[in-house]
């Protein structure tokens, strides 16, 4: 008798992942740089443009290969239709999503449609610093899921944005809760400095400032693929 093999019960193809940076979504830069610096004494330096996005950023860091990215709607390029539009309506920064760091995105496209998930095109997004160069780097998010799942990034040649931000202090503890039956099966489930739990879709982060342990928690996280 001839059986064949589930696909499934492959091991997926090696690949890094680490946690890159999660991401404050505010109303505008300058009362959510204010926001930011009263709650943890440090003030994010601003990052750029995003082309196509209708957002700017800024950044703090929270050490080598960790950043925080605060961003906010930006107020000459923002339209109805896209993310600066709907950040323009936050009353203050809030816990939005987070990404997870690799140099092999077509693999972990791979493993996550082997589970049944429906990773986005990979496509290049690009940011031009203050007084710096352009930044290229290509992502891929999982559509329609929300930002209690992570988006993925693969910065190519370019620079690590934590080691130019200010820093802000160190990680004391992120988690995501994500409405799965089984996190095992998840090709980012041993990514390191993350915990993962099951339930109702959340996040949770807690960093150490120089004005002590700041926290920021949101149910149901809209993400940028929500």
């Not at 309506?89 to 990404?99: I, M």
Request: charged content about 20%.
């Amino acid at each position: 008798m001839t059986t064949t093999a589930d696909p499934r019960a492959e091991a997926f193809p090696p690949v890094r992942l680490d946690v890159d940076h999660f991401v404050l979504a505010g109303p505008d830069l300058s009362r959510s740089r204010e926001a930011f610096a009263d709650r943890t004494g440090v003030v994010p330096a601003p990052g750029g443009l995003h082309e196509g996005m209708g957002t700017r950023n800024a950044l703090a860091s929270l050490g080598d290969g960790l950043y925080l990215e605060l961003i906010v709607s930006d107020p000459e390029t923002a339209t109805e239709g896209n993310l600066g539009g709907r950040l323009s309506a936050l009353d203050e920064p809030t816990l939005f999503a987070w990404a997870l760091r690799t140099d092999d995105l077509a693999t972990v496209a791979h493993a996550l449609v082997r589970e049944g998930r429906s990773p986005s095109p990979i496509f290049q997004a690009t940011r031009d610093q203050p007084g710096g160069p352009r930044l290229v780097w290509n992502l891929m998010g999982l559509t329609g899921l929300g930002g209690a799942w992570p988006f993925f990034i693969d910065w190519r040649d370019c620079a690590h944005p934590s080691r130019s931000a200010p820093s802000v202090g160190c990680l004391a503890a992120f988690e995501a809760t994500i409405p799965v039956s089984d996190l095992g099966r998840l090709p980012f489930s041993g990514a390191k400095g993350i915990r993962l739990a099951e339930g109702p879709a959340a996040l949770s982060l807690t960093i150490e400032t120089p004005r002590g342990t700041v926290s920021w928690s949101e149910p149901d996280p809209r993400g940028f693929y929500g």
